[in-house]
């Protein structure tokens, strides 16, 4: 049995269809050798609603705080579009500045790519730290 490429896949679900710019920012950002899957991944299986839930609270965060969080609106618009019970998982990608979440559907289809650029284990720390009202 073949083992997939997770990042190859990503790679080529970004390529098929119509070229938006979080497609562009993602392949640019997956050209770098060092962005490599995060198969310890912290992202789950889950339903469109709670996948709502958690994205509309970040979209408003990233946007409050001028964090640039590239295809993060697209993604939110294309789950608003799904029925609520729809699953997602997703797919953590990481690399020293770079973290991308890849999202696909049951069907094995991109939903949404989120890139994030200038990302460190700090910006993290100092973003979660916001969230909760230490900062």
């Known amino acids: 049995m073949r083992?997939?490429?997770?990042k190859q896949a990503l790679v080529d679900a970004l390529k098929?269809?119509?070229s938006s710019s979080w497609q562009r920012?993602?392949?640019s950002a997956l050209d770098d050798a060092e962005v490599v899957y995060d198969g310890s991944g912290s992202l789950n299986d889950g339903p469109v609603d709670e996948w709502?839930?958690?994205y509309r609270i970040r979209l408003k965060h990233?946007?409050?705080?001028g964090i640039q969080a590239i295809g993060l609106a697209e993604f939110v618009q294309n789950l608003e579009q799904r029925m609520p019970n729809d699953m997602v998982r997703g797919e953590?990608?990481?690399?020293?500045t770079t973290h991308i979440a890849a999202f696909w559907d049951a069907a094995g289809n991109l939903v949404g790519c989120v890139t994030i650029l200038g990302w460190s284990p700090e910006r993290g720390q100092e973003n979660?730290?916001?969230?909760l009202g230490k900062r």
């Open 52 to 54: 709502l839930s958690i």
């Open 3 to 6: 083992t997939v490429n997770r």
């Open 62 to 65: 990233c946007q409050e705080n």
């Open 92 to 96: 953590p990608f990481d690399g020293p």
């Open 128 to 131: 979660l730290d916001r969230a």
């Open 16 to 18: 098929e269809g119509l």
């Open 25 to 27: 920012a993602a392949l």
